[in-house]
């Protein structure tokens, strides 16, 4: 069964960074398509970036250029640098995965899902 345990989530002024870390298990780690999603109180789960097996990656315009995902093989684990941390990323923050070839950023496009891991950003 696929586990995703995420990890690196806290507290950060406005501009502060923060790495994310996912580690998975339970099945082939590099034929899977994964992604970061986050959920703010009050409104709905959104992508935020996604990598392909081949390691095309895909970003919310949010996000861009201010995020990097990015994925270990030999350590079965995904990550989510974050930089320049603004207040209106704060959510809990969701490791996901697909046995696809290429995900998106849907959440029809994905399979497995962690509990997810806080991240506060104060201004």
């Known amino acids: 069964q696929v586990q995703l345990v995420e990890s690196g989530g806290g507290s950060v002024q406005a501009g502060g960074s923060l790495r994310l870390s996912c580690a998975a298990s339970?099945?082939?780690?590099?034929?899977?398509?994964m992604g970061w999603f986050r959920q703010a109180p009050g409104k709905e789960r959104e992508g935020v970036a996604s990598?392909?097996?081949?390691?095309?990656?895909t970003y919310a315009d949010s996000v861009k250029g201010r995020f990097t995902i990015s994925q270990d093989n030999a350590k079965n684990t995904l990550y989510l640098r974050m930089n320049s941390l603004k207040p209106e990323d704060t959510a809990m923050y969701y490791c996901?995965?697909?046995?696809?070839?290429?995900?998106?950023?849907?959440?029809?496009?994905?399979?497995?899902w962690g509990q997810g891991t806080q991240v506060t950003v104060s201004s």
């Open positions: 996901t995965a697909t046995g696809r070839e290429w995900c998106g950023l849907e959440i029809t496009d994905f399979d497995y």
């Open positions: 339970g099945y082939t780690y590099s034929s899977y398509c």
């Open positions: 990598i392909d097996s081949d390691g095309s990656t």
